[in-house]
């Protein structure tokens, strides 16, 4: 079956695999990366910060004039025409788990056009599992 997909899921797609690959070498060296706290229970690492520049390249790339809302480096206001896109990011929703080895997180980026949510990527890359939806076209 060949899905006909959103071209900005296709990117948003692509990011989230270029995240995975920092994450999935990453784990295969968990002892070695750097961890701070920014509160009680709430940790960051290297890794989170290292997979979001890779999603912020890779979609501003394709779309320089869109906004950012990343989970580690803030809020950054799109410019000109495309301004209303807002591409929303969370490199490594699950950190907890990954600091300590539990499989269980994935790479979360999602596109608001005019405060609406359109698109939406979450990838798994310790089970190479890859869901995306766009409104109105359902979710694979």
């Known amino acids: 079956m060949t899905l006909n997909l959103h071209p ?4 948003a797609i692509k990011a ?3 995240a995975g690959n920092i994450i999935n070498r990453a ?9 701070s706290q920014k509160k009680a229970n709430d940790f960051v690492t290297e890794v989170d910060h290292a997979a979001e520049q890779a999603i ?6 394709a779309y320089p004039g869109h906004g950012i809302w990343a989970e580690e480096s ?3 206001e799109g410019k000109g025409r495309d301004k209303n896109h807002v591409w929303i990011i969370d490199p490594l929703d699950g950190t907890t788990n990954f600091i300590h080895g539990f499989p269980v997180y994935c790479v979360s980026i999602a596109l608001m056009v005019n405060d609406r949510i359109e698109q939406a990527v979450v990838y798994d890359p310790t089970r190479n599992d890859l869901f995306c939806a766009t409104r109105g076209r359902g979710a694979y």
Not at 27 to 35: C, G, H, N, Y
Not at 56 to 61: A, V
């Open 8 to 11: 900005m899921v296709n990117v």
């Open 16 to 18: 989230a695999r270029t």
């Open 27 to 35: 784990a295969l060296d968990i002892e070695s990366v750097r961890i």
């Open 56 to 61: 912020i390249e890779t979609l501003l790339t």
């Open 74 to 76: 803030g809020r950054r």
